[in-house]
């Protein structure tokens, strides 16, 4: 299952993720945000629950993050972070990145960072 | 960086004796794996701080050295002769190396005769040649968890290639392998990300920083990065060492890591110390230094800080066990030392003329605490004598390889300890004595089968404490002195009369005398005469004594009696008229009383009857030309000087003193009987005498006179 996009009536739009948010279908997710947050002002992605996510997968999200952030547009995501990020963020050493981003006022990163 | 490249110097050397003496022993003993692994780990030791503070040749050769002996410790080949020849001349070369002075050529000759003749003991298919004459390098094969090492820490910013991911590479395999190099905390950096617009989706725009602490060394590191290091930016920096630079429990401030990093320039530094705020967020606020940079130092700090308590928590013994001190600093300690016992002195004579009792009870406690101290700081300077043991088997080793023979040395006592000084000057005498005993004293293998023993001939050392003095003892069981010839080479060079009866130790003491050889051959080693002098001009420098013994054919001991310190010695004051004198204690064994009746009944032959033994004296009055009036009773000090009791005559006997030795001026250094001078509480002189060499000089003088 690769990824896709769907917009809901309020204009939110919701990128799955499908199982694998690597190096090998970084591009296709990566147009996926490209074109939600050109046309939306919030976007959600739904993980897999068990995605596998890669350097390039981190990426994406932290760029998209970064653009929605400089635009007033919300990019986050649905339900509990998955393992496969979470083991990312861990093996990366994304963790003390996330403390405070700078793009999101100091506070802790949505994405990288330990939600409640 | 010079005090750490002096403490690297130190350090190697020590580590080199140690190398040398486990290297003499595994002779003996070559299916020893720990000392396999202690020779594999001195070189390892001296290989990686070798390379972190520049002596990078000492780095390469001792790199091709433990390579052999890692294959030695993996049982891919065995310790034979020719492996411990070639790495005792490896020691050698990387003790050249590590004295020749950085603006020196390096001579590489040895060094590569040295590699050539290992490369022969190793299986070819474990050395692959690179090239003709390149020197082969070997991956050095893991260290294992077990093995003590000592723990560095490193700063590592890693900064791939945009395109490492379609190299095949994903960074965190290399982060997750430098992981399995030690403790590592990793800092990734997010802020080279591009917006979404510019993003090429499968580049890579994160940056790391690692802090790592293992034992491993940064070839282990640099490894990890091997097929990306070209593309790559890697920069490995050691920022903590157990061994070296900064033994604070705490670490650099946030500021000068910063700045270390290049992440911050000094002036900005100081611009943003200048308010006061916390230093990371006025950086972050002034935008100088991105958030993320400022955490990555953060987690820095907190990583060695915390390493550095881990390592004090785990060896809190260690870490106040000892500290390396100069010795020039423990000499000026014991000169102050001297100084205090000799005001210590004064104040006691002082107080005890004027009979305050409160001053006299501080001048009895300031003399306590002085004799505590004095004890303390002399202690200071003990060091054990088997650091120069294992120097001696090596001489051993080569002198009887060279000369043919087959010889095994033995040493006991090795703990005893000596003052550093008198360690440092028992070295030639004792080179002279064993270089004798194994040229002179033990027979070539032939010879000793031929006499009924065994082939290996033995050299034993070894010492002892024997009251205030330590005994050295240099025993082989060699050929023994020959007595006739002694004694006719004695009278041919006059040193004694064909007529008079000279005991057996008298004779053999005459093979100290300058000059004086009965070899027939003169070799590279001895026979010329000249070693066995030096051995006692060095010994009565030390005032020390030397006795020998000897059997014919079964071989001879000779004993040096060495005072533990020659700072300070504990010494009985007399006096001769307005003058004061010191002899030390170690030889005093009782005073009596001369009367004049005692002298009339002597008629003029200086004896006295001590509980029915006769002992001669010596009437210092009458050498050191003292007119003053005698007293009506004499005092004689008798003490026993190699064996045989003399009688020193005095006007009073003082009491015991703690004599601080002062050294003669030039002009008096050619005074027979006087070793030097101390001052006394009132600041008056006094000389301290040497009766040994008083009685020689008093019997040289009866003989030539008679």
């Known amino acids: 299952m690769s990824s ?74 649905k339900n509990l972070q998955p393992q496969g990020l979470s083991d990312m963020i861990a093996a990366c050493g994304a963790e003390h990145y996330a403390a405070n981003c700078k793009q999101i006022n100091d506070s802790t990163c949505i994405w990288f960072g330990v939600r409640p | ?60 050769f001792t790199h091709e050295v433990e390579t052999v002996f890692d294959m030695v410790r993996n049982n891919e080949i065995t310790v034979t002769k020719q492996l411990l020849d070639l790495t005792l001349k490896s020691r050698d070369h990387i003790s050249y190396l590590l004295n020749i002075s950085s603006g020196e050529g390096v001579d590489r000759s040895e060094g590569d005769v040295i590699i050539a003749g290992l490369r022969q003991l190793v299986p070819q298919t474990e050395m692959p040649r690179k090239g003709s004459d390149e020197i082969p390098a070997i991956q050095l094969p893991a260290v294992s968890e077990t093995e003590p090492a000592d723990e560095k820490t490193w700063r590592i910013r890693f900064r791939p290639a945009p395109n490492i991911f379609m190299c095949g590479t994903n960074p965190i395999s290399l982060i997750n392998e430098l992981r399995g190099l030690g403790t590592a905390h990793v800092v990734a950096h997010f802020d080279e990300i591009p917006s979404l617009e510019d993003l090429v989706g499968e580049n890579c725009h994160i940056y790391w920083d690692i802090i790592l602490t293992g034992s491993r060394g940064e070839d282990a590191i640099r490894d990890v990065f091997i097929f990306v290091e070209d593309d790559s930016n890697i920069m490995i920096e050691l920022i903590d060492s157990s061994v070296l630079i900064d033994r604070e429990l705490g670490y650099k401030k946030l500021g000068d890591i910063l700045v270390e990093r290049g992440d911050l320039s000094p002036v900005e530094m100081r611009n943003v110390l200048q308010q006061q705020k916390r230093f990371g967020e006025l950086l972050v606020e002034q935008g100088i230094v991105s958030q993320e940079k400022v955490q990555s130092a953060l987690v820095e700090q907190q990583h060695v800080k915390s390493v550095r308590q881990e390592r004090a928590a785990a060896s809190p013994q260690e870490a106040a066990a000892s500290i390396r001190v100069p010795a020039e600093k423990l000499d000026q300690l014991i000169n102050l030392v001297g100084e205090m016992v000799t005001v210590q002195a004064h ?11 409160a001053y006299i009870a501080i001048s009895e406690e300031v003399e306590r605490l002085t004799n505590d101290l004095r004890d303390t700081a002399l202690n200071i300077r003990m060091l054990p004598i088997g650091s120069t043991f294992s120097k001696f088997k090596r001489l051993v080793r080569d002198l009887s390889q060279e000369l043919g023979k087959e010889i095994e040395m033995e040493t006991f006592g090795a703990e005893t300890e000596l003052d550093k000084t ?32 065994s082939s290996i001939g033995k050299v034993c050392l070894g010492a002892e404490h024997s009251g205030d003095s330590v005994l050295i003892t240099i025993r082989d069981d060699g050929a023994g002195l020959d ?29 100290f005398a300058p000059g004086f050889s009965t070899a027939a051959n003169v070799t590279s080693v001895s026979g010329r005469g000249v070693g066995m002098d030096v051995v006692k001009r060095g010994i009565d420098s030390l005032r020390g004594s030397i006795g020998v013994d000897s059997v014919r054919g079964r071989g001879t001991t ?36 001369l009367t004049a009746r005692d002298i009339k009944n002597s008629h003029g032959r200086n004896l006295a009857n001590v509980r029915g033994a006769i002992v001669p004296y010596i009437p210092l009055r009458e050498h050191f030309r003292i007119t003053d009036q005698r007293p009506e009773i004499e005092q004689i000090v008798i003490a026993d000087i190699h064996g045989t009791k003399v009688g020193f005559v005095v006007d ?14 030039k002009m008096y250094r050619d005074v027979k009987g006087i070793t ?16 040994g060499i008083l009685l020689q000089t008093i019997e040289s003088l009866n003989h030539a006179a008679n």
């Open chain 2, 652 to 665: 009073h006997v003082v009491g015991e003193h703690q004599t601080v030795i002062k050294s003669l001026g």
């Open chain 2, 347 to 357: 104040l006691a004579q002082v107080s005890s003329a004027r009979g305050d009792a």
């Open chain 2, 483 to 511: 007595i006739d010839t002694i004694r006719a080479k004695a009278i041919e060079k006059g040193l004694i009369s064909a007529a008079a009866e000279v005991p057996d130790k008298e004779i053999f003491a005459q093979i």
């Open chain 1, 4 to 77: 896709n996009s769907s917009a809901l009536e309020s204009g939110e739009i919701i990128i799955t993720s499908g199982d694998q948010l690597n190096v090998e279908n970084a591009a296709v997710f990566l147009q996926h945000v490209r074109e939600a947050l050109q046309v939306s002002k919030s976007v959600t992605v739904e993980f897999e629950p068990e995605v596998e996510i890669d350097i390039t997968g981190m990426q994406i999200i932290c760029a998209a993050c970064k653009s929605a952030a400089v635009n007033g547009k919300t990019f986050s995501y």
């Open chain 2, 558 to 593: 000779i004993t040096l009696k060495i005072p533990l310190t020659l700072a300070i010695v504990a010494s009985l004051l007399v006096k001769i008229g307005k003058d004061h004198f010191v002899l030390p204690l170690a030889a005093i064994e009782e005073c009596v009383e």
């Open chain 2, 1 to 60: 960086m010079e005090q750490a490249v002096a403490t690297y110097r130190e350090e190697a050397g020590e580590l080199l004796a140690e190398l040398e003496s486990s290297l003499l022993e595994l002779e003996e003993t070559p299916d020893d794996h720990d000392l396999i692994s202690r020779v594999f780990r001195a070189m390892h030791t001296i290989k990686g701080s070798g390379a972190m503070f520049g002596f990078d040749e000492i780095a390469s």
């Open chain 2, 676 to 691: 030097g001078a101390t001052i006394l509480g009132d600041g008056t002189v006094a000389l301290i005498l040497d009766m």
């Open chain 2, 422 to 453: 008198v360690i440092e000057k028992l070295n030639d005498p004792l080179i002279h004595i064993i270089r004798n005993s194994i040229d002179h004293g033990i027979e070539t293998p032939e010879a000793r089968l031929a006499a009924g023993k």
